[in-house]
């Protein structure tokens, strides 16, 4: 099994940044793809940014041009960082690690952006 486990959440000003990381951790596979998800208060879970195995990049409209997802394959790790943080952008972030070898998910990571 893989454990996915986030870091970097808490507290940033509307305009200002954060930048999460995700670790995986156990029996890595050999492909996958790495996405951040969030949920806001009374909202559906939604894909924020994805990157894939290859080259592949994608991100929500509300956060192009914003946001960046990056990966490092020899550390097991993925990122975010947030630009330009908007209050609309608080909720609980979760990372998730998908493909032939399983579906793996975090336990969430709480950010906050204040007005």
């Known amino acids: 099994q893989v454990r996915m486990v986030e870091s970097g959440g808490g507290l940033a000003q509307a305009g200002g940044s954060l930048r999460l990381s995700c670790e995986a951790s156990?029996?890595?596979?050999?492909?996958?793809?790495m996405a951040w998800f969030r949920q806001a208060p009374g909202k559906e879970r939604e894909l924020v940014a994805l990157?894939?195995?290859?080259?592949?990049?994608n991100y929500a409209d509300s956060v192009e041009g914003r946001f960046t997802i990056s990966r490092d394959k020899t550390k097991n790790t993925v990122y975010l960082q947030m630009n330009s943080l908007k209050p609309e952008d608080t909720g609980v972030y979760y990372c998730?690690?998908?493909?032939?070898?399983?579906?793996?998910w975090g336990q969430g990571i709480q950010g906050t952006v204040s007005s």
């Open positions: 156990g029996r890595i596979p050999r492909i996958a793809n």
């Open positions: 998730r690690q998908y493909g032939p070898g399983g579906d793996y």
């Open positions: 990157i894939g195995d290859g080259t592949r990049l």
